[in-house]
């Protein structure tokens, strides 16, 4: 392969959803590209014409463009060596087959698939992987065209040169060898003229100038038939790298049953984009430095394919989780809101998007952001704004441990005594001063003081800091219905309605 600038490609096949497998080749790709000031192409390989399907492919360009990951050429995106959807290039492999049968490096087979799967299972049976024997590689021309006009179907297969070894050079793993002795003579095009796999790669990679072809080790077994074509082709061989997969936690294929495993999971769950690439930048490889958390454009910087590990990436939920963690706590608190406003409407706190209302929950994600590990949690980490219920409070363990201490009832309703007679605690100053009250009633201090306070205002054992939540509340009550939150029951109706509640369930 000749020195010169870099074009590599990602090249999904819209049958589904974008996996993060496939996500982390995209984005392998792209740093590579963007880190040597390459050209990172998207190719739609849709020759499935069964299970392709518009919608697949739109939502793959938008976890694509959710990622962050923008290519330069593309089926949206133009380009000079399109077009870029496989299906739309029919006429293209047509002429390439064409190409290779003139030369003799390709032939007519003629056999049926019930021939062919019988022979199959004969070499299983033996225990022998099956290669095609070669049935149909001393049909003259003349012969071929006399039973295609007469109606016989046929593919169009690829002639596998007599030599004993096809070898290429892995970014990744070094140079690897296959006999060709175990590699059958592959189909260029089947009986209905659309094209195989390995002959519309080499055909599309050649045509769109790609210098490196960056894929998963699913893929090594096609790599010496792509090179053998592209050596019958008389065109450069591209530079390979071939990424160990991503595995589970129980060290097998990631799938359905360790969890989420598409892209468009991560994001309905509530994964910042930022965080699962960072993430799935580190599966495989390591920035150096002893630094993890870096963004996009720095990862690029750094990025090397010649550094990528051999060893299949384990996917660990818990690390994306405290990376996630870590670009929450650092975001927008804007976006915060923007991000997970779909969440407080399915828990109906939030009703319109009103400035006066996203201001608010605003302010509140310095409560939540760093406590949670997914934006889908958020809304359960403020629950205690909008929902205050005395009874079911008190019938939880953990709220009637923290009553049963010494003195708690006496804090509960010395609270709910000053707080009738105080304006509402707007910010930490008040608070303070409200619970200092408290303390001067009663005596208690410190935990035999705020864990009171806390249950009583909250509904909850634990929680955030209560010179942040208490505040929160009260600002929440002022709030008019036209900010389109759920109503938020203020500290002084809060504290009242808990007294009377734990008076009623446990007479003095």
Partial sequence: MAEGPIRVRFAPSPTGQLHVGNARTALFNWLYARGRGGTFVLRIEDTDRERSTAASEASILEDLRWLGLSWDEGPDAGGPHGPYRQSERFALYRQQAAQLLAAGQ????????????????????????????????????E?????????????????????????????????????????????LLRSDDTPAYNFAVVVDDVSMRITDVVRGEDHISNTPRQVLLYEAFGYPVPRFAHLALVLGPDHTPLSKRHGATSVREFRDRGYLPE?????????????????????LDELARRFSLEAVGHSA???DPEKLAWINRHYMKTADPSRLVRDTARYFRARGFLRAAD???????????????GSVDRLEEIPDRLRFLFEHDAASALARPDVREVLGGPGARDVVSALAAELAETPRLADREAFRAAAARVRAR?????????????VALTGEAGGPELDLAVPAIDRGAELPPSA???????CRERAAAFSRALQDAVPS
């Fill in 106 to 141: 390709a032939y007519y087979c003629f056999c049926s698939p019930e021939r062919l799967d019988t022979e199959r299972k004969k070499a299983l049976a033996a225990g022998r992987p099956y290669r095609y024997p070669g049935t149909c590689r001393r049909i003259g021309p």
């Fill in 313 to 315: 990436g384990v996917f």
């Fill in 442 to 454: 009663t005596g208690a201090r410190g935990r035999a003081l705020f864990h009171p306070i806390r």
């Fill in 484 to 490: 389109g939150l759920a109503p938020i029951p203020g």
């Fill in 143 to 187: 012969e071929a065209a006399r039973r295609r006009e007469a109606g016989e179907p046929a593919v169009v297969r690829f002639r596998v040169p007599n030599r004993p070894m096809v070898r290429f050079v892995d970014l990744v793993r070094g140079e690897l060898a296959f006999a060709t002795e175990v590699i059958g003579d592959p189909v």
């Fill in 275 to 295: 965080a699962l690439v960072n993430y799935l930048a580190l599966l495989g490889w390591s920035p150096g430095g002893g630094e993890e958390l870096l963004p």
């Fill in 355 to 369: 400035p006066a209302g996203l201001a608010y929950l605003g302010d509140a994600m310095t409560m939540a952001a």
